[in-house]
């Protein structure tokens, strides 16, 4: 569960400081076009603390985060959004900048992308036996003690 906490707490502060940069770095070259920055502060704080806030409560209830399968799902995932991240604010900053966009930086944010998918798939297989096993054998209700 702390790994979870962590990640969420990592992300609020890493979202926040993207919206900032985002922001005064556009302001700063008097930018005012699209560009991917755009989007990073709202990716961040979307696929990193809101995920990992949801992960955080699955892991209260079904103890997720004892199987090395969540530990393959924390750090695949975890990888993928920090990839695809750092290959928006890349892109973001050279279209800001005026220069040229390699064709390869948006391969390796594909890259991010499918590594985060991996991820995702890891999170399902990870929450899929717990669930099952919660669905087969429901806990019996709770009933007020009698008075």
């Not at 900032?20 to 990716?43: A, N, V």
């Not at 920090?82 to 930086?105: D, E, F, K, Y």
């Not at 798939?121 to 099952?132: A, E, G, Q, R, V």
Request: aromatic residues 14%; neutral net charge.
């Amino acid at each position: 569960m702390k790994r979870a906490y962590f990640a969420a707490a990592g992300y609020t502060f890493l979202g926040l400081i993207l919206g900032f940069f985002y922001r005064e770095f556009t302001k700063s070259h008097d930018f005012t076009g699209p560009s991917q920055l755009t989007g990073t502060h709202t990716h961040v704080l979307a696929l990193g603390t809101l995920f990992f806030l949801i992960v955080l409560v699955l892991d209260k209830h079904f103890t997720l985060s004892s199987t090395r399968l969540f530990t393959a799902f924390f750090w695949t995932y975890n990888l993928g959004l920090l990839l695809t991240v750092a290959m928006m604010v890349t892109h973001g900053i050279l279209t800001v900048t005026n220069h040229t966009v390699s064709p390869a930086i948006s391969g390796i944010a594909g890259l991010g992308h499918i590594i985060v998918s991996i991820g995702f798939i890891l999170f399902f297989m990870c929450l899929y036996t717990p669930l099952m096993t919660a669905a087969e054998h429901p806990e019996p209700a709770k009933t007020p003690a009698a008075e």
